[in-house]
Protein backbone atom coordinates (compact mmCIF):
# COMPACT_ATOMS: atom_id res chain seq x y z
CA UNK A 1 0.00 0.00 0.00
CA UNK A 2 1.57 3.04 -0.78
CA UNK A 3 0.43 6.80 0.29
CA UNK A 4 0.64 9.19 -2.96
CA UNK A 5 -0.20 13.56 -3.05
CA UNK A 6 -1.35 15.23 -5.70
CA UNK A 7 -2.29 18.69 -5.71
CA UNK A 8 -5.78 19.52 -4.45
CA UNK A 9 -8.20 20.82 -7.23
CA UNK A 10 -12.15 21.95 -7.78
CA UNK A 11 -12.31 17.74 -9.69
CA UNK A 12 -11.13 16.75 -5.62
CA UNK A 13 -13.73 18.80 -3.89
CA UNK A 14 -16.83 16.37 -4.47
CA UNK A 15 -14.16 13.20 -3.00
CA UNK A 16 -12.92 15.05 -0.23
CA UNK A 17 -17.05 16.25 0.67
CA UNK A 18 -17.32 12.76 2.87
CA UNK A 19 -13.91 13.18 4.58
CA UNK A 20 -14.87 16.53 5.54
CA UNK A 21 -18.08 15.57 6.67
CA UNK A 22 -16.77 12.67 8.45
CA UNK A 23 -14.08 14.39 10.58
CA UNK A 24 -15.76 17.49 11.66
CA UNK A 25 -18.75 18.23 14.11
CA UNK A 26 -19.10 21.20 11.78
CA UNK A 27 -17.79 20.64 8.65
CA UNK A 28 -17.00 23.09 5.93
CA UNK A 29 -19.50 23.27 3.04
CA UNK A 30 -19.03 22.85 -0.57
CA UNK A 31 -18.72 26.22 -1.91
CA UNK A 32 -16.62 27.42 0.97
CA UNK A 33 -14.23 24.09 0.19
CA UNK A 34 -14.39 25.57 -3.44
CA UNK A 35 -13.72 29.04 -2.62
CA UNK A 36 -10.37 27.81 -1.00
CA UNK A 37 -8.69 26.21 -4.16
CA UNK A 38 -6.49 28.33 -6.28
CA UNK A 39 -4.77 31.80 -5.99
CA UNK A 40 -3.15 32.31 -2.33
CA UNK A 41 -4.58 28.66 -1.17
CA UNK A 42 -2.70 25.55 -1.66
CA UNK A 43 -3.46 21.80 -0.66
CA UNK A 44 -3.06 18.28 -1.14
CA UNK A 45 -5.17 15.15 -1.16
CA UNK A 46 -3.75 11.76 0.00
CA UNK A 47 -4.76 8.61 -1.57
CA UNK A 48 -4.20 5.04 -0.66
CA UNK A 49 -4.02 2.63 -3.81
CA UNK A 50 -5.94 5.54 -5.90
CA UNK A 51 -8.57 6.40 -3.10
CA UNK A 52 -8.39 9.61 -1.51
CA UNK A 53 -8.31 8.98 2.27
CA UNK A 54 -7.05 12.53 3.49
CA UNK A 55 -6.25 16.00 2.68
CA UNK A 56 -5.32 19.56 3.78
CA UNK A 57 -6.01 23.22 2.95
CA UNK A 58 -3.58 25.84 3.71
CA UNK A 59 -2.95 29.55 2.29
CA UNK A 60 0.08 31.59 1.80
CA UNK A 61 0.28 35.29 2.15
CA UNK A 62 2.93 37.03 2.10
CA UNK A 63 5.43 34.55 3.41
CA UNK A 64 3.09 33.64 6.21
CA UNK A 65 0.66 30.37 5.40
CA UNK A 66 -1.58 29.02 7.47
CA UNK A 67 -3.14 25.63 7.76
CA UNK A 68 -6.80 26.15 7.39
CA UNK A 69 -8.13 22.04 7.33
CA UNK A 70 -6.43 18.57 7.89
CA UNK A 71 -8.42 15.41 7.91
CA UNK A 72 -7.94 11.39 7.17
CA UNK A 73 -11.15 9.40 6.52
CA UNK A 74 -11.97 8.43 10.29
CA UNK A 75 -11.78 4.43 9.38
CA UNK A 76 -7.49 5.34 8.18
CA UNK A 77 -7.28 7.67 11.31
CA UNK A 78 -4.13 6.10 13.78
CA UNK A 79 -1.80 4.85 10.68
CA UNK A 80 0.48 7.97 10.36
CA UNK A 81 -1.35 9.52 7.46
CA UNK A 82 -2.31 12.85 9.25
CA UNK A 83 1.51 12.99 10.16
CA UNK A 84 2.47 12.08 6.48
CA UNK A 85 -0.02 14.88 5.39
CA UNK A 86 1.26 17.25 7.40
CA UNK A 87 4.64 16.61 6.48
CA UNK A 88 3.87 16.98 2.58
CA UNK A 89 1.96 20.65 3.92
CA UNK A 90 5.32 21.52 5.54
CA UNK A 91 7.42 20.66 2.55
CA UNK A 92 5.11 22.78 0.32
CA UNK A 93 5.10 25.52 2.38
CA UNK A 94 9.00 25.58 2.67
CA UNK A 95 8.71 25.33 -1.49
CA UNK A 96 6.55 28.76 -1.60
CA UNK A 97 9.11 30.09 0.66
CA UNK A 98 7.17 30.59 3.62
CA UNK A 99 8.59 31.39 6.71
CA UNK A 100 5.93 31.29 9.51
CA UNK A 101 3.05 28.92 9.62
CA UNK A 102 0.21 29.04 12.13
CA UNK A 103 -2.95 26.66 12.58
CA UNK A 104 -5.74 26.92 15.43
CA UNK A 105 -6.74 23.31 16.72
CA UNK A 106 -9.73 22.78 19.33
CA UNK A 107 -8.78 22.33 22.82
CA UNK A 108 -10.24 19.52 23.45
CA UNK A 109 -8.56 18.05 20.36
CA UNK A 110 -5.56 16.82 21.87
CA UNK A 111 -3.93 14.00 19.80
CA UNK A 112 -4.13 16.96 16.65
CA UNK A 113 -2.22 18.74 19.10
CA UNK A 114 0.80 16.23 20.29
CA UNK A 115 0.82 15.96 16.83
CA UNK A 116 1.68 19.72 15.72
CA UNK A 117 3.93 19.62 18.79
CA UNK A 118 6.16 17.13 17.82
CA UNK A 119 6.26 18.69 14.25
CA UNK A 120 8.02 22.17 16.00
CA UNK A 121 4.46 24.07 16.82
CA UNK A 122 4.24 25.85 19.84
CA UNK A 123 1.03 27.81 21.29
CA UNK A 124 0.99 31.24 21.20
CA UNK A 125 -2.48 31.89 22.04
CA UNK A 126 -6.38 31.04 22.88
CA UNK A 127 -9.61 31.66 20.90
CA UNK A 128 -11.94 31.68 23.46
CA UNK A 129 -15.33 30.02 22.40
CA UNK A 130 -14.24 29.75 18.70
CA UNK A 131 -15.57 26.44 17.65
CA UNK A 132 -19.01 25.39 18.11
CA UNK A 133 -20.24 22.36 19.91
CA UNK A 134 -23.41 20.71 19.78
CA UNK A 135 -24.35 22.88 23.10
CA UNK A 136 -21.99 25.85 22.94
CA UNK A 137 -18.83 26.47 21.75
CA UNK A 138 -15.03 25.20 22.88
CA UNK A 139 -11.85 27.51 22.48
CA UNK A 140 -9.09 27.04 19.81
CA UNK A 141 -5.53 26.84 20.61
CA UNK A 142 -3.10 29.26 18.22
CA UNK A 143 -0.39 27.21 17.26
CA UNK A 144 3.09 28.54 15.02
CA UNK A 145 5.74 27.15 13.38
CA UNK A 146 8.60 29.33 12.49
CA UNK A 147 10.50 28.09 9.56
CA UNK A 148 13.08 30.74 9.22
Known sequence: MTLAFTDLNQASVEAIMPIEQACHSHPWNEKLMRSCIGGRYFGAV?????????????????????????????????????KALLNQYLSHAKKLDCLTLFLEVRSSNISAQMLYINHGYVETGRRTGYYPKAIGYEDAIIMRKNLG
Open 46 to 82: AKLNNKIIGFYIADNVVGDSTLMDICVAPEQQGNGYG
